[in-house]
């Protein structure tokens, strides 16, 4: 009986759309409407790509250094604010990892698509980052303790 009445929900709500009314109607884009140009904001200098990349650098190692080294949560929190700052308010935003991920997958795949420099630095320092910067300690000790601990 179970089985009957989860059955039949699912029937009904996976049905249930087909039967909606359409209370507005779609819009009519034949009626001599056009589309409104597309704004792109004016390129930077090349100068500030090189100032955006070193001030990323620059505060996720600071970060690395706060949180493993000093434990400095008002540190943290003050780099948080300038990143905010920076990044958020003077830059008008940042690249998101996932779409720097992107972009360097794209690059990858398609050999017409020039991946942007900014772009490119973003993703190394992310994982240069992650893989360097997951430890106090350096990754050549980190390295040689795991081939040490995994001889027979």
């Not at 140009?37 to 790509?49: D, G, H, K, S």
């Not at 948080?80 to 794209?106: D, E, K, M, P, T």
């Not at 420099?117 to 992310?126: H, I, Q």
Request: proline share 7%; hydrophobic share 50%; charged share 10%.
């Amino acid at each position: 009986m179970r089985r009957v009445l989860t059955l039949l929900f699912i029937v009904t709500a996976v049905a249930a759309p087909a039967f909606a009314a359409e209370r507005f109607p779609p819009p009519d884009f034949s009626a001599g409407y056009g589309l409104p140009e597309t704004t792109t904001p004016a390129a930077r200098a090349e100068l500030f790509n090189y100032l955006d990349i070193g001030v990323l650098a620059a505060a996720l190692i600071l970060a690395s250094y706060l949180v493993l080294h000093r434990r400095s949560r008002r540190g943290t929190v003050a780099l948080g604010i300038f990143s905010l700052l920076y990044f958020g308010f003077y830059r008008h935003g940042c690249i998101c990892s996932i779409g720097a991920i992107q972009n360097v997958a794209l690059s990858i795949a398609n050999a017409d698509y020039a991946l942007p420099m900014a772009a490119g630095a973003w993703s190394r320092s992310l994982l240069m980052m992650a893989a360097l910067g997951s430890s106090p300690e350096p990754l050549g000790n980190q390295m040689a303790r795991c081939l040490l601990a995994n001889r027979p």
